[in-house]
């Protein structure tokens, strides 16, 4: 038993104590690891493969937009006749695709990354904590997402292909798709509900372990409004995780009935599909199905964007060297937030004719939202007012973050109204405002995140030339990705078009042109791509070394343990004295006074006996 | 550094690590059965045409009362288990965790029960929404085949599993040649004819091109008629059936087969007549195949109804009055044909004609039957549980056409079925994944008691507060799902 598995049990007799000491074999150590350091790194590693993977789907779509029927280039003979006839992508698999993108994009790659790596990594050293609440529990979330993660894959290779039908899953579609099959578990979209089902009970170990830590395992004098507001963005990011992913497994458990067993939640009667009448009892309703995915489906957008709001709230701080403007106030927007987000769903499904009362209901709480979100970003843009900004790599790329989710954000506001809505409904205008909140928002802000605590993890910098290369071209071609989509969108392309809109063409004519924007700028971000791996793995063995366990000089606890922080995380336990972001502290030698240290162990300006009236100042601050 | 308050409370908080653990998951099954929970709010409210009427206790109200006091019991009774842990007494805890564990058995096995009762309950709904409810005593479609038509592009014969027993599949090929088919037959004629077709392909290619037109080469592999020996006989299960007319079956897998349709019909022993939802009760297409004795006990029965509830002063349920329950009585045309338990694929063809499968030949008299199996009893064959002796059901055969629905009475005979066994089911899983916990803590935690008596103390806490919550869900689940 290795020495995490002892300490969950909680009884630390004399009889358990000399474990500490054991040597762990390599499988405990880095494959089957209950320490969320090495959990949090496993998290990063497979979602950035799954982030690839999803990327390269999307590259492939790209082609059959901008060249829609010509051979795909080098691989379109993979793909067999059934799926590419003559290599050229047919709409099955561009469907296939397509869903696919979705669903690895977001369950697969963002969420674990934001949540699973980040929040795995940082939330206990940020709080002081040893490890997680419940490390076994850590694991299991891990390879429950792991074996989630290989089920969605694996559906490619069985006979039907992957789930077809859009990431949204929506009945009666997906409950008559691939049914023609002789075992209908063994296609696509069944194994999608069910790899659904691994993911979000991941996800739900997940959300406990995390709630749990954060109330009990903070360090001595860590009270809450000395959480730094990465810590809080995890917290209601881990409500959302709780509370929302258990009607979606609802859905995913229902919407199998409904193959497998034959039920009708969600079937209309007197459903007709290809022209026959399928033989069930009927009675149900797919309206279910939309309200109990999207109950889901919006918290689920707070889940991508949060960890990113969070992270970006700790890089500011630490370049520009002063305290995050308006922390309480981004507290309690970010409780609001989390509140909101559960009583917005329904603005996703204008379309449906669910009712003017229930839409007017939606449209008013969806503007709402924008009211804490605003304040979030607002208070971002403040901090850096006055700034001396250090733009070091990661601060480049939070600095970015701010203007591109704005842009998302901004762009959602037209959707929030029901009219506007009409128009603009699954056209590429949703696709741009949501790729622009979850792309260049959210993936940035990843980025930001894995250039600023790399430094932790490893003791060395990730290379500045490669992270420019890196930066700049991303920058661009994220743009010239997305940008056009909100032409297109209003002009009115269809976003399920796996032409592009040839097959429109005497209305889309105009901005036909645009299509070939987009897929350049695609395969443009995926070389710049290439500069990022070889940063990562290089740097691992010969990056610049760090000078100091703190090399930002930053004041949050994560910062003051050693690098890379052992197993236990502190050497001793920590005791905190003061708020998260006291940078140039007036008074302090130093321009940053982390949160561990008391006044007695900081330097400050003048006499001793000025001493006690300084440390009032700071607890005013904090 | 170790994990701190694994154990002990943590002062600010007051709690320990696992009971915030403990509560948050909670939390999480409240949304998870707050979400099925609406699911039947959604369902039963949007359900609204006469077609699909909600069903109302449907359920026997006994078996789910006592079950709802099994479950109050064990709750009771774990709290008891967990006390005597805090007062260390570890031997009444043994004594209290075993009654939980007795507790939960005991309603796994009422529920199996239940569950049993209602997957070997049959309906049969007609297109005139006459229902029928009873147990089905043949369902098939029997073919004689002369001719196969097999599809080269599929991997699978499912389409053989049809086959009644003791004959074999042997064929004539368009060649002449006299095969066995199977699997690996046509996986061998599949290389050869996609051979076959690449090399039709190529010379037409080159063909087009010496003549100087577009090409136009096939496409895909061509069906191959194989001719049967003899003729086959098949009794095909409809639910595999894509599609089937007077002389063809097209089966799931694609391949189909030729000949003369022998019979489809359905032969049902009808128990209960639900006419609901049908809008000309007098005419209903009941009244087609019992007779005319259980149209007046329907008709009997409604007048009754009526008569009650309005000498009450209350509105008449529109279930009571519609049912007949328990019809006794005979099909107006008996049923012939050979029948056995589960559908008749077996059973040589040509088995002379057999009376109703009824088990009360002693007290009812026989319908007029071809009567050559007279003295056959068919009490073995067809024993079906609880039957009383005095009850005869009439047996009616119904055209396939005539079918609107046919199933048993599990998840896909309706959405309050549905809903029923999908939350029964899920809490019956919560209540199996309680009792392995429970079980784990009663059976593998002497030691740590030793060690550390307030931990198992907290452990069955936590084991408790899931058991009270998964009582929580029955105490729900019982009035919507029986009462109301």
Partial sequence: MSATAAATDGDHTADHAHDDHHAISFWRQYIFSTDHKIIGIQYGFTSLVFLAIGFFLMMLMRWSIAFPGQPI???????????????????????????????????????????????????????????????????????????????????????????????????????????????????????????????????????????????????????????????????????????????????????????????????????????????IAGGGNPLLYQHLFWFLGHPEVYVLILPAIAIVGEIIPNNTRKPLWGYKSMVYAVMVLGFLSFIVWAHHMYMTGMGAGVSTFFQTTTVLISVPSVILITSLIISLWGGSIRFTMPMLWAVTFLPMFGIGGLTGLPLAFNEIDLYLHDTYYVIGHFHYVVAPGTLFAMFAGIYFWFPKMTGRYMGNVLGHLHFWPSLLAMNGLFMPMMIQGMAGFHRRAFDGGVAYEATTEKWMWLNHVMSWSAWILAIAQIPFVINVFRSIRHGKKCESDNPWKATTLDWQTPTPPPHGNFLKEPVVYRGPYEYSVPGAIDDFCPQNASDDELDWEGVANEKEGKSEATVAVS | MEIPYTVTARTDTGLWNAKIGIWLFLASEVMLFGGLFSGYVFLRIGIGDIDNPWPERQLPILPGFINTLVLIGSSVLVVFAWASLKMRNYAKYQIYMVGVLVCALAFLVIKSVEYYGKFTHYGIKLSDQTIFEGYVKKDNIEFEATDLLLDPRQTRLNILEGLKAGQEPLFKTPDGEEILLDTAWLRSYRVEARNALVEAQRAEVEAAEAEGRVANPPKQLERLKLTAVKPLQFAFNPRRVRTYADGLVVYQDQHSVEGTLIDDSIVFEVHDINLQAVKDQENALAWQFVDDGIKEQFFDHQAKVLKDTEARGVRPDPYELNVLKHVHGHAREPVSGELKEGGGDGGAPGVGVESEPSEADETVPKPETGGETEGVSPEGAHGKEGHHAEESYPLVKIPRALKLFLSNHGPAYNTYYAIYFTMTGLHGLHVIGGALVLAYFLLFNKRLYQQNPEHLANRVEVGGLFWHFVDLVWIFLFPIMYLM
């Fill in chain 1, 73 to 279: 280039p080098l691989i379109g003979g993979l793909f067999g006749e059934t799926w590419a006839p003559g290599g050229a992508m047919s709409g099955d698999l561009y469907n296939m695709f397509g869903a696919m993108h979705g669903t690895i994009m977001i369950f697969l790659g963002v969420v674990p990354l934001a949540f699973g790596a980040f929040g795995n990594y940082v939330t206990p050293l940020q709080i002081g904590a040893p490890d997680m609440a419940f490390p076994r529990m850590n694991m299991a979330s891990y390879w429950l997402y792991f074996l989630g993660g290989l089920m969605m894959f694996a559906s490619f290779f069985v006979d039907s292909g992957a789930a077809k039908v859009g990431w949204t899953n929506y009945s009666p579609l997906a409950t008559t798709a691939d049914l023609g099959y002789a075992s209908i578990f063994w296609t696509g979209q069944t194994l999608w509900l069910l790899a659904m089902v691994f993911l979000i009970s991941s996800s739900l170990l997940g959300a406990v372990n995390f709630i749990t830590t954060i109330i009990n395992l903070r360090a001595k004098g860590l009270t809450w409004m000395r959480l730094p507001f990465f810590v809080w963005a995890m917290l209601v990011t881990g409500f959302l995780l709780l509370l929302a992913f258990p009607p979606l497994e609802v859905a995913a458990i229902m919407q199998l009935m409904d193959r497998l067993v034959g039920t009708s939640f969600f079937l209309p009667t007197g459903l007709y599909v290809g022209g026959e009448q399928v033989d």
